[in-house]
């Protein structure tokens, strides 16, 4: 094989292989926010479309909020049926903050507030899991 052919080759393929381990590590030096608040909620009326559409959009407006460093709003996944499987529930959320100080400035401020006093009367059960990244 001709050399300079053999050298193309080589930088090419170091160069693809820095591509693909930037991208799977997510390509940036971003740190990801340090809390994670997950929020799980129960229907009173698991069938209604129309409920679920309400409490959605209630939960997308939290966005809005400053200290809200990303929102991942969803429905139960139609994932393997397992007994360490819980999917019982109507929709869920995901806030991302920076600390503990973001996510209780976020717990009284009026956008969370009003989406408590407009949707509370649409679930049965909240369940609530607050971690920190280590």
């Known amino acids: 094989m001709n050399p ?3 050298t ?4 090419a393929a170091t160069l693809g292989a820095a591509a693909a381990a930037s991208a799977a590590t997510g390509g940036s030096a971003h740190t990801p926010p340090k809390l994670v608040h ?3 909620f129960w229907l009173k009326n698991p069938d209604s479309k129309e409920d679920l559409a309400k409490l959605l959009a209630g939960i997308r407006g939290l966005a809005a909020i400053e200290t809200v460093r990303g929102i991942h709003v969803g429905v139960p996944a139609s994932t393997e049926k397992r007994p360490v499987v819980d999917n019982s529930f109507s929709a869920s959320e995901i806030l991302y903050f ?11 401020h009026p956008l969370h507030q009003k989406f408590v006093s407009e949707c509370s009367h649409l679930w049965s059960k909240v369940i609530v899991y607050d971690a920190m990244a280590v």
């Open 4 to 6: 300079d052919r053999r």
């Open 8 to 11: 193309f080759l080589a930088t």
């Open 38 to 40: 997950h929020v799980f």
């Open 98 to 108: 920076d600390d503990v100080a973001g996510q209780d400035a976020y717990q009284v």
